[in-house]
T-cell receptor, first 112, second 115 residues
Framework: EAQVTQNPRYLITVTGKKLTVTCSQN?????MSWYRQDPGLGLRQIYY???????DKGDVPEGYKVSRKEKRNFPLILESPSPNQTSLYFC???????????FGPGTRLLVL | AQSVTQPDIHITVSEGASLELRCNYS??????LFWYVQSPGQGLQLLLK??????LVQGIKGFEAEFKRSQSSFNLRKPSVHWSDAAEYFC?????????????FGSGTRLQVQP
């Protein structure tokens, strides 16, 4: 089944403890992206990747890192999480030249 | 920069009634337009999209949307709402001329369906 998977789905952590949220897609998509969803703000892009080893900042990149060493994986790294990073995170992917993005199920993060 | 406005934060309709969710966008050229639905605790599911051509587009679950360039709108409609349609709905615009191809989302409209 074609899909975007994220792990973990739920995570509670404490301020300053490094964490990684994984994202994987099995559709051979070139483009991958991370969004965060906050009440009243919709979804905002954090980082995106046009292909392997090509990443760039979105609208709200502060406090996040990403890497794209393989085409299928696009992990989101929070080196030193803070409470304002408590949010619902979505990974998305799409093939090159196609505008429709496919979203993962989301990861709900709580930073205490 | 593009932007999307969904004026209605929360809408309540009776089951069987018609539905229209409003979406206004701001973008310099013809945009790509999308409607996504997010059921409670679920991810985002694409309902429909507009890229070009016929301005009335049909989607899944009986939804349709009409692109009106003169009004910069892309309103979502359904003739008869079902209880299972209760969810949050997001309008999004994609830019054709930016490399990062991000989707810009509206703040969402939460739909409640009364029996």
């Amino acid at each position: 089944e074609a899909q975007v998977t994220q792990n973990p789905r739920y995570l509670i952590t404490v301020t300053g403890k490094k964490l990684t949220v994984t994202c994987s897609q099995n559709m051979n998509h070139e483009y991958m992206s991370w969004y965060r969803q906050d009440p009243g703000l919709g979804l905002r892009q954090i980082y995106y990747s046009m292909n392997v080893e090509v990443t760039d900042k979105g609208d709200v990149p502060e406090g996040y890192k990403v890497s794209r060493k393989e085409k299928r994986n696009f992990p989101l790294i929070l080196e030193s999480p803070s409470p304002n990073q408590t949010s619902l995170y979505f990974c998305a992917s799409r093939p090159s030249g196609v505008e429709t993005q496919y979203f993962g199920p989301g990861t709900r993060l709580l930073v205490l | 920069a593009q932007s999307v406005t969904q004026p209605d934060i929360h809408i309540t309709v009776s089951e069987g009634a018609s539905l229209e969710l409003r979406c206004n966008y701001s973008y310099g050229a013809t945009p790509y337009l999308f409607w996504y639905v997010q059921s409670p605790g679920q991810g985002l599911q694409l309902l429909l999209k507009y890229f070009s051509g016929d301005t009335l587009v049909q989607g899944i679950k009986g939804f349709e949307a009409e692109f009106k360039r003169s009004q910069s709108s892309f309103n979502l409609r359904k003739p008869s709402v079902h209880w299972s349609d209760a969810a949050e709905y997001f309008c999004a615009v994609g830019a054709k001329d930016t490399g990062r191809r991000a989707l810009t989302f509206g703040s969402g409209t939460r739909l409640q369906v009364q029996p």
